[in-house]
């Protein structure tokens, strides 16, 4: 599936969060330094910034989690991205950006789920 298939009818946005991390191979369980893009609620992963072809994409739309993974892979500063069939193992260089990431994939979730889009003017009425 490429990313064609996300972005048919949208002008491309910028990314909501982007940089290395290493992840663990689905097949072989090694693991490789990507870059990865969060953009409109798909996560795409590169060999390097300037790759122009994804070493692969994981769609968010139907996120089981997304959290730390430190207690499970017994390594710091990890996280799990979850979705139908598959689980991704992720490493950052430091906590604090794990915890970054997974702010930036949880709050792209909520986003694209269509959860805020409300007005306020609509919550007024209700008060």
């Known amino acids: 599936m490429g990313l064609e298939h996300f972005r048919q009818d949208r002008k491309p946005t910028l990314p909501q969060k982007e940089g290395y991390l290493t992840k663990q191979g689905g097949f072989v369980k090694n693991w490789k330094r ?3 893009v969060l953009r409109d609620n798909v ?3 590169f060999k390097t910034p300037t790759s122009t072809s994804p070493q692969g994409i994981i769609p968010l739309d139907q996120c089981l989690a997304v959290k730390s993974a430190d207690d499970v892979i017994n390594k710091c500063c990890s996280f799990i991205v979850s979705i139908p069939g598959r689980t991704y193992y992720i490493l950052a260089e430091s906590d604090e ?3 970054e990431w997974i702010r930036a994939v949880g709050r ?3 986003v694209y789920s269509g959860a805020l889009n409300y007005h306020v003017s609509d919550y007024n009425d209700t008060m």
């Open 34 to 36: 990507r870059y990865f």
């Open 43 to 45: 996560i795409t992963y």
């Open 97 to 99: 950006e794990r915890d």
């Open 108 to 110: 792209s979730i909520v």
